[in-house]
């Protein structure tokens, strides 16, 4: 028996168990359900099955009766849309969008409403930012050396536009694993794609400073292995590089054996102080030729210049005299007009972009990794051949080849049919996108310290149906999203709560705040000011240049109106409104965002610039009409315009006549405090606006 203390609890290990304070003994072979392929459970039996609307919702039902429940009653038009569209796009309905769906009567209303939004590019916008925390996406390297990944915006790009396709998982996987080695033309923009999706192996922190580059080299990879491991299988791999897993079956020898597949792997060019990152040329023939152009006709100019300027300066120096410190100053004119002329397309030439680049990664010397003892590359044990970890793939594994580095079979076996983790792992993350909790409320862990699975015949049903569906995302998103369980109100019913307080069992729909992105999008959508271009980069900073340091201030902008996945992500200095409202951590994985409620939130709401601006543009558009119009009639509708806009639904009369109210005392306030700069009138209406947006029920999707 071994003993391991923690900072919080004591666990000890006995034989091929765990026993873990609360949980009880622990399997710690291979028995553990996530290892086991997901079995083709039938559905279950269910007394109400007129609730039912997809095969889905009998897994729901049947936890629910067993239990003594029953779902709540479905969630009327106005919230329906409201949380559809901010679920598959980030923002909020139109009102025009609102009074169409409620107008509509047809049986299939809300599937055509599902269909329109997953046709959407905003869906890609939404859906890639998900994504986008599992990659551990930035624009800076963060760590010791904060410099700019100028062209990590390709990746992003590459995200958005892979959700908008549909572009299948199982392709998806392969294409950030190892795009650089499937075949095609490598001057095709398929290629290129391809090569942009390898960023995802590289966007990582890297200690650029570190003096030993051998422990820089395993660190990187040591974070590679973690990532991939917790992306794409929920498992902590990267806890086996000192020792073997306490709780999990993986070996030190299955990390190093993987460990081989990414040192074969080029991520850096070099890792001699300071340490560079690789980048993929991404190079079409018409570039190549611009560029070759480019170079010769710049060849042709500082040639012409030179002969100019010696020309000019023989001249001066006819007499014996010698060289001003700056002769140009002494030409003539018409030699100075043509040295001008010159050098401006010379200098036009230069400025121009380079060759476009891509974060990302590319074969190199393969080789197999000693056992680092204690995860030092000063302590070296046993060599191991490349493989896959043992409890997942056997131990009779076909041996890598040696002119590979084995990323294209890694990817491979991860969707290969019967894997036991890839599909669970991703059903479960679309689940908890859609819900706000997983089946398995670990999404990145699957492990034995993992969450059990509240309801694992429908996890394995979903894994089932997304390996089936072939691999498509939206296919999920419909099945989840025309179910029942999906559209059911969120009522409080007290014995539901009293048996199941943590809504484990889904008997209603959970209230979720709006993600950090989808506050600041939603803000801007309802004031008129969202600037709805896509893809590109708003990085000011040229690459590998530094961004920020320790106690410097940081100079990236954030005035823009675009939406808030195309702004910049800077590690160790991320903007402030992301800070505010849960962001992303941007240095590893993060697929269960928490959801944190805190005075600043509240402040930002009501004291902000951001907040002052977007309410001003609001007014002016409420009251496009004329501010002499202060008829109640006219109030009226403004109110209801506002309110449909901000809440998804019309304003009650007593909600209109509070606001009314409202508008009448704080207009009397304003006369009396004798604000000049704003007319009474006008900073009464942007002062209901900043009521209305401060509100819980604009932040909060029910």
């Known amino acids: 028996m071994q003993l391991y203390f923690g900072r919080s609890e004591l666990t000890v290990v006995i034989c091929l168990g765990i026993l873990v304070p609360g949980r009880g003994l622990v399997c710690a072979d291979d028995s553990w359900w996530a290892f086991q392929s997901p079995s083709d459970v ?40 409201r949380r559809v569209t901010f679920n598959l796009t980030g923002l909020p309905p139109t009102p025009a969008e609102i009074t169409a769906f409620l107008s509509d009567d047809s049986p299939d209303a809300y599937t055509k409403i599902v269909d329109r939004l997953l046709a959407s590019p905003h869906y890609g916008e939404r859906w890639g930012r998900h994504w986008l925390d599992v990659a551990r996406y930035a624009d800076s390297n963060g760590l010791d050396e904060n410099l700019a990944y100028a062209n990590a915006w390709r990746y992003r790009d590459y995200v958005i536009t892979a959700f908008n396709d549909d572009k299948p998982y199982d ?67 990267g806890c086996a590089r000192c020792h073997d897993h306490k709780f999990d079956p993986i070996a030190t020898t299955d990390y190093y054996a993987l460990a081989g597949i990414f040192k074969s792997t080029r991520t850096m060019e070099h890792f001699i102080k300071m340490a560079r990152w690789y980048e993929n040329v991404l190079l079409t023939e018409e570039i190549r030729d611009q560029t070759e152009d480019n170079n010769r006709r710049l060849a042709e100019l500082e040639a012409e210049i030179k002969i100019l300027v010696d020309a000019a300066n023989r001249e001066l120096q006819k007499e014996g005299d010698p060289l001003p410190l700056q002769p140009e100053r002494s030409y003539p004119p018409k030699v100075r007009e043509e040295l001008d002329r010159l050098n401006q397309e010379a200098t036009t030439l230069r400025n121009r972009p380079g060759v476009p680049a891509a974060l990302g990664v590319a074969e190199r010397e393969v080789v197999d990794v000693r056992v680092h003892q204690g995860g030092s590359h000063l302590k070296l044990g046993e060599i191991v051949p490349r493989r896959f970890p043992v409890v997942l793939a056997g131990d009779q594994q076909q041996p890598f080849g040696p002119d590979h580095s084995g990323r294209l079979r890694l990817s491979r076996w991860l969707v290969a049919p019967g894997h036991p983790l890839t599909a669970r792992v991703m059903a479960n993350r679309l689940w908890r996108w859609h819900f706000g909790q997983g089946l398995v409320r670990t999404p990145d862990n699957f492990g034995l310290l993992g969450d059990r699975p509240c309801n694992q015949p429908l996890l394995d049903w979903l894994a089932n149906r997304f390996v089936e569906s072939r691999w498509s995302i939206k296919a999920m998103h419909r099945l989840i999203l025309l179910s029942s369980t999906y559209r059911m109100s969120s009522r409080h019913d007290a014995e539901a709560a009293r048996v199941d307080p943590e809504n484990r069992l889904h008997w209603q729909a959970s209230s979720r705040r709006l993600e950090a992105e989808a506050v600041r999008d939603a803000i801007l959508a309802v004031s008129s000011q969202l600037n709805t271009t896509m893809s590109g980069s708003l990085m000011q900073t040229d690459n590998r240049e530094r961004v920020t340091y320790i106690n410097e201030d940081d100079e990236t902008g954030y005035d823009f109106t675009r939406r808030s996945i195309y702004l910049p992500v800077i590690r160790n200095n991320l903007y402030d409104v992301f800070s505010l409202f849960d962001y992303a951590n941007a240095s590893m994985i993060d697929g269960n965002r928490s959801t944190t409620t805190i005075a600043p939130q509240a402040l930002f709401l009501m004291n902000s610039d951001f907040m002052w601006k977007a309410t001003g543009q609001m007014v002016r558009e409420l009251l496009a009409d004329g501010v002499a119009d202060i008829q109640p009639e006219a109030d009226t509708n403004r109110i209801q315009t506002l309110y449909l806009a901000a809440y998804g639904r019309t304003a009650t009369r007593d909600e209109v006549a509070r606001a009314q109210a409202f508008l009448e005392r704080a207009e009397a306030g304003s006369r009396a405090a004798e604000l000049e700069f704003v007319p009474p009138r006008l900073g009464a209406w942007q002062l209901l606006c900043q009521v209305v947006l401060a509100a819980d029920e604009f932040i909060y999707v029910r």
Not at 46 to 70: C, M, S, Y
Not at 184 to 200: I, M
Not at 203 to 230: C, H, N, S, Y
């Open 42 to 81: 039938p559905l279950p039996t269910v007394v109400q099955a007129e609730w039912t609307a997809t095969p889905l919702d009998t897994f729901i039902l049947a936890k629910l009766e067993e239990n003594g429940l029953r779902p709540a009653p479905p969630a009327n038009r106005q919230t329906l849309i």
């Open 171 to 237: 392709q998806f996987i392969t294409e950030q694993l190892a795009g650089d080695l499937l075949p095609g033309d490598s001057n095709t923009p398929l290629h290129h794609e391809r090569l942009v999706a390898t960023g995802f192996l590289a966007l990582g922190p890297k200690f650029l400073a570190e003096k030993d580059p051998q422990k820089m080299e395993m660190d990187i990879i040591d974070e590679q292995i973690d990532t991939v491991g917790r992306t794409f299988m929920g498992l902590t791999l």
